[in-house]
């Protein structure tokens, strides 16, 4: 019988599970199905995300939430402190966004050079997206914008830059398809009045407020109070003012439009939450230049406009509702329809094709 290193005979080792080795699958797969509960879990509101860093607002330990927002905003606190955290490995490629309530554990003491991990999120009330694409909308990937919004504003200029609403089209159809109220927000009247933009949509029922510089915000942050808003709109925009202006100490920065393009400089490079000082929370975003919707079906936009549905029984298999085959045609001659209705349909389910860039302003 041999020796071990130490001179006595050599034993049989007993092993057991823990001495088995397990090759690791293809992608990030974890070892086993078994998950901990993380029962000690605490939870956080995502704020804002940075290169695999999540920065969540957490309840302070002892600490009653001073307010709770309304409907989908329910499980976002509104004080409390900032803890980064990373993805566990647990998750796999599960994305997170701002806006997702998520479940923390490790370190989450907010104090300098500390990392929690977020362990779990939180089934989502909405999702916002687009497509990841933008110039080619054929992949149909889906671009996460923000998750648990209640409301999409979208920011618009009156003028410098000019309108696009082809632009703004797209952003309705992304609220349609993320079951989220779409809020008109127009900037600029001291250079063009609203009357013709809020006349093309009048037939949509759509919101809107008129934002002109260094004017009252009081109508805004009534529709603001208590939800959770996400902003978008194009960059020149004045989305950035507007924010600095309904949250003072955001420190968002703003640019301005480019003279020969039209187009305004992006200044916000990321999606960040800032609470509103009467409640609720707002989403800036960067300014976008295009707004995919490959993902999103011809069904998703005529659910938006219940007054025509009962009339598309009657279309052909794989309508359209763009084409003179169209049954809907025949529903708005019989006067069961408002043809201005139908004609914003038809103009939402147009703008899912091609670039949303189509209606930007000619260089002079």
Known sequence: ???????????????????????????????????????EAVAGFVVAVDRGRY????????????HRTKNRAEGAM??????????????????????????????????????ARVVRVEPRASML???????????????PVVANADQLVIVTALADPPPRPRMIDRMLVAAFDADIEPLLCLTKPDLAPPDELVA????????????????????????????ISVLVGHSGVG???????LVPDANR????????TGRGRHTSTSAVALELP????????????????????????LAGFPDLVEGTVDCPKGCTHRGEECALDALVAAGQADPARLASLRRLLASREGSADDDRPAAP
């Open 129 to 143: 997206r687009r497509s990841a694409d933008d110039t080619d909308d054929t992949d149909g990937i889906e671009r």
């Open 200 to 227: 093309h949509y009048a037939p949509l029922g759509v919101p809107y407020v008129v934002i002109r510089r260094g004017g009252e915000l009081d109508e805004l942050r009534e529709r603001l109070t208590d939800r």
């Open 55 to 66: 920065t969540c607002l957490v309840e302070s330990a002892g600490e009653k939430s001073r």
């Open 1 to 39: 019988m041999g020796a071990d290193a130490g001179g006595g005979p050599l034993r049989k080792r007993e092993y057991d599970e823990d001495d088995v080795r397990i090759r690791p699958g293809k992608g990030s797969r974890p070892r086993t199905r078994i998950r901990p509960a993380h029962e």
């Open 278 to 301: 009467g409640g609720g929370w707002i989403i800036d975003t960067p300014g976008v230049r295009s707004f995919g919707l490959a993902h999103v079906s011809v069904e998703t936009v």
């Open 78 to 115: 509104l004080s409390g402190r900032l803890v980064v955290a990373m993805k566990a490995r647990e998750l796999g490629r599960k994305g997170i966004v701002v806006g997702d309530r998520v479940a923390l554990v490790g370190d989450v003491s907010g104090k300098p050079d500390t990392l």
């Open 253 to 260: 920065a703003v640019s301005h439009v480019n003279s020969v």
């Open 239 to 245: 989305k950035s003012t507007l924010v600095n202006a």
